[in-house]
């Protein structure tokens, strides 16, 4: 509805079955002048054919390693009234998401830091940070969890923490049994 933020979403690979212009090229003809900002640091080479277009704010991975980073107050100001957010579920897009919400400040000390250890797994993310990617990938599917890890995010409501970290206790017991099974 209204007005759309992108954020962490990958212009389409040229692969079978899917394409750029079977899928990105048609999402953004789809949602024309509500598409208020598109903010992506995956690597694709038809960024070039955005790179005048000030709605677009298109990296690499080698340039920006998390999205997050790249939501600015003076991205979202530029953006104006955002209607709709359609980010990526992992950690990245949802504290990409979390910091435009924030109007674009850091939803706490360090969350650009812990984005890009976890998107790019290296360095070592803040235990909050690591809860979280267990939780989301302990529940892939579960929609509500991942509203609840960006109103978390973006308000830092301490009760929402504890079924953030059933979820991730969740991926803990698959993990360690799924290492005791490859051993």
């Not at 803040?126 to 529940?139: K, Q, Y």
């Given at each position: 509805?209204?007005?759309?933020?992108?954020?962490?979403?990958?212009?389409?690979?040229?692969?079978?079955?899917?394409?750029?212009?079977?899928?990105?090229?048609?999402?953004?003809?789809?949602?024309?002048?509500?598409?208020?900002?598109?903010?992506?640091?995956?690597?694709?080479?038809?960024?070039?054919?955005?790179a005048?277009?000030?709605?677009?704010?298109?990296?690499?991975?080698?340039?920006?390693?998390?999205?997050?980073?790249?939501?600015?107050?003076?991205?979202?100001?530029?953006?104006?009234?955002?209607?709709?957010?359609?980010?990526?579920?992992?950690?990245?897009?949802?504290?990409?998401?979390?910091?435009w919400i924030?109007?674009?400040?850091?939803?706490?000390?360090?969350?650009?830091?812990?984005?890009?250890?976890?998107?790019?797994?290296?360095?070592?993310?803040?235990?909050?940070?690591?809860?979280?990617d267990?939780?989301?990938?302990?529940?892939?599917r579960?929609?509500?969890?991942?509203?609840?890890?960006?109103?978390?995010?973006?308000?830092?409501?301490?009760?929402?923490?504890?079924?953030?970290?059933?979820?991730?206790?969740h991926?803990?017991?698959?993990?360690?049994?799924?290492?005791?099974?490859?051993?």
């Amino acid at each position: 509805e209204g007005r759309v933020v992108v954020l962490d979403i990958a212009f389409a690979a040229e692969t079978a079955g899917s394409s750029f212009e079977k899928v990105t090229k048609r999402f953004i003809d789809g949602l024309g002048p509500r598409l208020a900002m598109w903010i992506d640091h995956h690597d694709h080479v038809r960024h070039a054919e955005y790179a005048s277009d000030p709605r677009f704010v298109l990296s690499t991975k080698a340039e920006h390693p998390a999205c997050p980073e790249m939501v600015t107050p003076e991205r979202v100001a530029m953006a104006g009234t955002i209607d709709t957010i359609c980010c990526h579920v992992d950690f990245d897009g949802l504290c990409a998401a979390a910091k435009w919400i924030r109007g674009g400040v850091e939803p706490y000390e360090g969350a650009d830091a812990d984005a890009r250890a976890i998107d790019t797994r290296m360095g070592v993310p803040s235990e909050r940070a690591a809860t979280i990617d267990r939780a989301l990938r302990g529940r892939p599917r579960d929609d509500g969890l991942k509203g609840m890890v960006v109103r978390f995010l973006a308000t830092g409501d301490r009760g929402l923490w504890e079924p953030i970290e059933k979820a991730a206790e969740h991926f803990r017991v698959m993990d360690t049994e799924a290492r005791r099974l490859a051993k």
